[in-house]
Every structure is written in C-alpha cells, then in structure tokens.
C-alpha cells in the first residue's frame, strides 16, 4: 500500500492511499484548484482518484471536496452526519458509511471507527490491503478504547500531534479556542498522542507520520523526541507531516 499526503494542519488536509488499481483522495480541505496542482506534484490527476473519503464536515477536510468531485465525478464517501452537512448538490455523489461497517472501495478495505470531534459523526480509519494495516488518526480530543484497539497492530500510522499543551497555555490564542483546541472533543496533544502509541501494539510498525501539528502552539522539535521516546526508537525515525507540502509517497513492505 502506498500513501502520501498533500499537505496536514489546520489551514488544511488531504491524504492519498493507493493500492492496486484504486487511489483514496482522503479529506480535501484544499482549494479544488490547489487540491489538482497538488496531486500534479505526485504525478497524479485529479481524474485519477477513486473516490473521496471525507473524516468530518471542518472546513480544512472539505474546503474543496464538493467543487472536485462534481468536475471529475468523483465519488464521496461519508457518514450520515457528514453527509448532512455537505451541499445539496452533492448528494447523488455520496455514499453514506456506518462508522462501525467495514467497506471496500476497489482494491482498499475501509475500517472506520467513531471518534470524540465537534463534528456531526466524525470518523477516522484504519485502511487495508488485505496483508497491511495503515491507520489514520487526526482531529480527535479524547482517546476512547475504540481507538486503541483499532490502531494496534499497525503496519503504518499518520497520528495526530496537534499542539504542545505550554505552547498553547501561553500562545495568543483568544481563551475560547484554547478550550476548544484543548477539550476533550477537540485535538490531540502530543503527549497524548505518545501516550497512546506507547499503549497499542506497534510491533508491525513500519512509517509512523505526526499529522495536523499546530503551526502556531507546535514544533516537530518537542513531536520528534516524545514520539521517538514512546516508541523506543531513533528520532530519525519519525517522520512529521508539513502543512505546505505533506509528505512523499510512501510504502508498506512485506516483513
Ligand atoms: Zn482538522
Ligand atoms: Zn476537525
């Protein structure tokens, strides 16, 4: 299974799978127009993609889903409450998902699971092959034992490291958004985020990617070591998703 991301923050989010014959666009909190330069820069064009699969109706996961998918008729996969928050006329491109049913799109198996998000019916996912097991996690406040059990035995992890909880305590945001940021429907710390990697089993793990740092309340310089710390690995080793630019196009392998 191949992956990359186009770009992972608050001022937006698009991730790709690829497997076999079909390529998941997941997220497109992109412009359309950007969303299509940006995949150019993968070698891919936008009509290209299987589908769009959509983690939650905030902008920086759908700014450009609605204006992508009528162009290339593209289908959008999303939760009963997504979907409810989307444009009307999107509707005869969606298929809704349970968050508890597994799915197939071509060559991938999708496996969502609920997750604690101010959203309608978030949602986040675990993608697989059949042989490897990438799972996705990003904009979540709280982690619950669904989670923990759906990311262990991962062959691949883009996990989110929102923000370091002194940089945002003493950062210019207004109180309200520390609060939101910081709650338990809102996203996770860095610590959090290394205290469940240090609690799921990760003895597949082959890529593990910090997602969705804050620009603002972060740095890949405190994200790099706790990850490394809780892995029991070089720090080298972690890689950190870039607002601008995402991440190469990665690989699970055959151990
Ligand atoms: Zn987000
Ligand atoms: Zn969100």
Same mark, same amino acid.
């Given at each position: ?14 991730? #790709? ?25 993968f070698?891919? %064009? ?6 769009i ?5 905030h ?14 008729? #593209? =289908? ?14 999107l ?5 809704e ?5 597994v ?11 609920p ?11 675990v ?11 990003t ?20 996990l989110e490291a929102n923000? %370091? ?9 207004? %109180? ?7 709650g338990?429907?809102?996203h996770l ?10 609690k ?11 997602m ?6 972060n740095? =890949? ?33 055959n151990?």
């Amino acid at each position: 299974m191949r992956f990359a991301s186009l770009g992972s923050g608050s001022r937006g989010n698009a991730t #790709l799978i690829s497997q076999g014959k079909t390529t998941l666009l997941v997220d497109c909190g992109f412009s359309a127009r950007e969303t299509e330069k940006r995949l150019q820069g993968f070698g891919l %064009d936008a009509s290209e993609l299987s589908a769009i699969v959509v983690t939650h109706e905030h902008a920086d996961h759908v700014n450009g889903v609605r204006v992508l998918a009528r162009k290339y008729q #593209l =289908p959008v996969y999303a939760t009963a409450g997504t979907a409810g928050c989307m444009s009307a006329d999107l509707v005869e491109l969606i298929t809704e998902f349970s968050c508890h049913d597994v799915f197939e799109i071509g060559d991938i198996e999708v496996h969502p699971f609920p997750v604690p998000h101010d959203a309608r019916e978030p949602s986040q996912f675990v993608f697989t092959n059949g042989q490897h097991r990438l799972g996705l996690l990003t904009d979540v406040g709280t982690v619950t034992p669904v989670i923990e059990q759906a990311l262990s035995q991962c062959d691949a992890l883009l996990l989110e490291a929102n923000h %370091d909880i002194d940089m945002l305590d003493n950062g210019d945001y207004p %109180d309200h958004l520390k609060y939101r940021v910081a709650g338990r429907l809102g996203h996770l710390n860095n610590v959090q985020s290394a205290t469940l990697l240090e609690k799921i089993d990760t003895t597949h793990l082959q890529h593990i990617v910090a997602m969705h740092l804050s620009e603002k309340n972060n740095s =890949p310089d405190i994200v790099s070591p706790l990850f490394a710390q809780a892995l029991q690995c070089e720090q080298s080793w972690i890689s950190i998703a870039k607002q601008d630019t995402g991440f190469d196009w990665r690989e699970t392998i055959n151990g």
